[in-house]
Every structure is written in C-alpha cells, then in structure tokens.
C-alpha cells in the first residue's frame, strides 16, 4: 500500500521560511506525481504545486510561484516544499498526496498524508 507522511510544518513570521518533507513508501505506477496540497480554515482544498516522479517536471499555483519549489529526493524516497517570503495568508494544513498526474492536474488524488499544520503570524 502506498503511504505518505509529512512533516516540518510549524509556526513561522510573514516573511519567514519553512521546509516541508514528504516520506513516501509502497508501490507507485511509472507515471505517478506527488503533490501539495493546502486547506484554510473555511476554504476549499488547493493544489499548490506537483513533481513527476518519472521525469522531475514541476508545476506550481500562479498564487506560489517564485516563492515555493517542490524537489525529490529519490534515494531517500522524499519529496520537498520549501516555502520562503511566507504570507499570513499561506496559513493552512499542508497535505501531500500521490495519483497518476493525468488525474492530479485536475486538483484529485487517491493517496493522501495526514498533513501538517503552517501557521504565519506576527
């Protein structure tokens, strides 16, 4: 079974930085990606940013470019988000999640972690 488990998340200032992991371990299909999502209180889940596990594409929200970057790490079976210029308003809990990317362009996936808690305050 595949599984996710993120970690890193944290309280940090406006203008701070934070570097999420995201462990992944079971069987993936060749054209799997993994993705970050976000939830606000009160707010709808976002995509935030994804990474093709076969080739390294990266996509990201028009809302994170240039200020997030997603990366892998294949030997360690981990992929990143690192978060700088952090906003209040980039206050969420932090999931990721695995799917074909066919399926996660449009915003779904079958595999999720638990998520972890970003919080960006004075």
């Known amino acids: 079974q595949l599984q996710l488990v993120e970690s890193g998340g944290g309280l940090v200032q406006p203008g701070g930085s934070l570097r999420l992991s995201c462990a992944v371990s079971?069987?993936?299909?060749?054209?799997?990606?993994i993705g970050w999502f976000r939830q606000a209180p009160g707010k709808e889940r976002e995509a935030i940013s994804c990474?093709?596990?076969?080739?390294?594409?990266?996509y990201y929200k028009d809302s994170v470019k240039g200020r997030f970057t997603i990366s892998r790490d294949n030997a360690k079976n981990t992929v990143y988000l690192q978060m700088n210029s952090l906003k209040p308003e980039d206050t969420a809990v932090y999931y990721c999640?695995?799917?074909?990317?066919?399926?996660?362009?449009?915003?779904?996936?079958?595999?999720w972690g638990q998520g972890t808690q970003v919080t960006v305050s004075s």
């Open positions: 990474i093709v596990l076969s080739d390294g594409s990266t």
């Open positions: 079971g069987f993936t299909l060749d054209d799997y990606a």
């Open positions: 999640a695995a799917d074909r990317y066919s399926k996660m362009r449009f915003g779904a996936a079958d595999y």
